[in-house]
């Protein structure tokens, strides 16, 4: 599925211009559709923020916008049991908030699931309250025992897309990327 992007970018070319999306942006649209997803369901944050904006603004994907991450994992297990690939997008503090239903379904029900979360806490994260974020998504990740990989260049965007569904989807379990560095707005200098 290509997605003309002209409508959020500004140009059908996609070229940048003052006021258009970040590169990560683009290629996380292009590579959601590439990876067969037409849901995603959010709780937006400043770190993808652009992404956010974008989706509400592409026809081929559905954008579901909650007000807690909560929410998310039974938007995501509904989608999939009705035949629709969709993926949850957060920052990583609302994995915290997440927990009970994600383990609900990952250990009772095996439903594969994609998080795509920021990290929030990178090294320089210059936030003094972004720091226990990034401590906790490790562990957190470990002990639900989901599967993850970090993408830090726009150049992985849209491949490591393609490869987390079909990770999910042959072993029937959540696994989840962490977006930093050039795929992130924002970011701290020293992770660039």
Not at 155 to 166: F, G, N, Q
């Amino acid at each position: 599925m290509d997605h003309d992007l002209s409508v959020a970018t500004g140009s059908a070319d996609g070229q940048h211009s003052q006021g258009s999306l970040p590169e990560y942006c683009e290629l996380l649209i292009r590579g959601l559709g590439e990876a067969g997803v037409s849901l995603v369901t959010a709780v937006p944050e400043s770190l993808l923020r652009s992404a956010y904006a974008a989706l509400a603004e592409t026809p081929d994907i559905r954008y579901v916008r909650v007000a807690n991450e909560a929410e998310m994992p039974g938007i995501c297990a509904g989608a999939y049991l009705g035949g629709t690939r969709a993926v949850m997008m957060m920052e990583n503090s609302g994995l915290r908030q997440a927990c009970e239903p994600l383990t609900r379904l990952a250990w009772a029900h095996r439903l594969p699931m994609v998080l795509l979360m920021a990290h929030r806490g990178d090294f320089g994260e210059r936030n003094w309250w972004g720091h226990n974020h990034a401590q906790t998504m490790g562990p957190i990740l470990d002990a639900l025992r989901f599967p993850y990989w970090h993408v830090r260049t726009l150049d992985e965007i849209r491949p490591s897309l393609r490869k987390a569904w079909d990770h999910a989807d042959s072993s029937q379990w959540p696994v989840a990327l962490v977006f930093e560095g050039e795929c992130v707005e924002g970011a701290p200098v020293a992770a660039r």
